[in-house]
């Protein structure tokens, strides 16, 4: 995973509704070695992380710099990365790259220390400018290159097209 991936994480687990374990899983189906191990007591422990993660992220869309300081800094403190070089998998040697926990840890340590890590590279990376909320309630990284992203996915600006594209009609003789 690189630090893209790990704010991907972020995102989906701070927009995820976390109602069972199913929707955890759900909430991680990029990361097979995640949501296959994940249990109940990983969906509690990561409950607090998303609403810990949805705060810092609505700060970040308010472009409030001294709570995102404080949000992301917290995330940090009680989910740090403990960075770990991994070379399993691959046929032709090792697969090289880096766990931000022991892969001995359950789901929750590592899916917490991957999230907070990347929601920082992130704000690192691309400032406060560039985060917004969909219409849905789901938040987002805007990451294209004109700024002009407004909805959290292709579904939500389909949706949201289509019922514009509607209401114009119904309006039409």
């Known amino acids: 995973m690189d630090n893209a991936d790990y704010l991907d994480v972020a995102l989906r687990l701070a927009n995820a509704t976390l109602a069972d374990v199913p929707a955890l899983r759900a909430a991680l189906h990029d990361e097979p070695w995640w949501a296959d191990r994940a249990t109940e007591h990983d969906l509690t422990a990561l409950r607090p992380v998303a609403a810990a993660l949805r705060s810092a992220f609505t700060a970040a869309t308010a472009a ?60 690192v990376r691309h400032g406060l400018d560039r985060w917004g909320k969909c219409p849905c309630g789901n938040l987002y990284l805007d990451s294209s290159t004109n700024r002009a992203k407004r909805f959290c996915s292709t579904r939500c600006a389909n949706r949201a097209n289509v019922a514009a594209f509607r209401a114009r009609r119904t309006g039409q003789p």
């Open 64 to 123: 409030d710099p001294d709570a995102v300081l404080s949000e992301v800094n917290a995330l940090l403190t009680a989910h740090p990365p403990r960075p770990r070089l991994s070379g399993h998998g691959g046929d032709g040697g090792p697969n090289w790259h880096v766990h931000v926990a022991s892969p001995d840890d359950p789901p929750a340590t590592e899916v917490a220390a991957a999230a907070a890590w990347g929601l920082a590279q992130a704000i």
